[in-house]
T-cell receptor, first 114, second 111 residues
Framework: DQQVKQNSPSLSVQEGRISILNCDYT??????FLWYKKYPAEGPTFLIS?????DKNEDGRFTVFLNKSAKHLSLHIVPSQPGDSAVYFC?????????????FGSGTQLTVLP | ETGVTQSPTHLIKTRGQQVTLRCSSQ?????VSWYQQALGQGPQFIFQ???????GRGNFPPRFSGLQFPNYSSELNVNALELDDSALYLC??????????FGSGTRLTVV
């Protein structure tokens, strides 16, 4: 039972254009959502987050949109740069016992072409 | 301020053996979470320790166990290794309400 889904395993975008990565979730108890970026041989690094009480959060070239009614969030990167090429994971905070655990999607490999 | 360090970085074990993976948490963090990332999948929650007590567990069999030490470093132990245990094991530290800092992971291969 995948509670966080990233249905696009890969995405290629031209440098300078917009990258849009999508994520769907099923658990309405999730209250905080995050995007992580992962390079090979490194752990995931935090990129941007959004609380469930907001619908948009922006940080430089990165913007996350949350549509609670559709249980959908997206990450926009504009303009895309070759250094943005990595695997992007969508994640959500929920409860497991007394722990707040992160539930991850399966990731989207973004390739930004020069 | 040091980050999260995991050891070893790579490991090859034989089916049926036991393995111990180690994680040192970031300075000031008292919570450690372990994740398993199989090839082509996202990280899956194994369990979490807060101040040496386990306070959450994912859907993993009892073969997966762990502990946290007074300095908040942590171990993940896996007994009776199976081929499907081959994965990247990630450790993340956090303070109780803060963001996670992930280590680079231990790549375990079971043959």
């Amino acid at each position: 039972d995948q509670q966080v889904k990233q249905n696009s395993p890969s995405l290629s975008v031209q440098e300078g254009r917009i990258s849009i990565l999508n994520c769907d979730y099923t658990n309405s108890m999730f209250d905080y959502f995050l995007w992580y970026k992962k390079y090979p041989a490194e752990g995931p690094t935090f990129l941007i987050s959004i609380s469930s009480i907001k619908d948009k959060n922006e940080d430089g070239r990165f913007t996350v949109f949350l549509n609670k009614s559709a249980k959908h969030l997206s990450l926009h990167i504009v303009p895309s740069q070759p250094g943005d090429s990595a695997v992007y994971f969508c994640a959500a905070f929920g409860e497991s016992g007394s722990a707040r655990q992160l539930t991850f999607g399966s990731g989207t490999q973004l390739t930004v072409l020069p | 301020e040091t980050g999260v360090t995991q050891s070893p970085t790579h490991l090859i074990k034989t089916r049926g053996q036991q393995v111990t993976l180690r994680c040192s948490s970031q300075s000031g963090h008292n919570t450690v979470s372990w994740y398993q990332q199989a090839l082509g999948q996202g990280p899956q929650f194994i369990f979490q320790y807060y101040r040496e007590e386990k306070n959450g567990r994912g859907n993993f069999p009892p073969r997966f166990s762990g502990l946290q030490f007074p300095n908040y470093s942590s171990e993940l132990n896996v007994n009776a290794l199976e081929l499907d245990d081959s994965a990247l094991y990630l450790c993340a530290s956090s303070d109780r309400l803060g963001g996670y800092t992930f280590g680079s992971g231990t790549r375990l291969t079971v043959v």
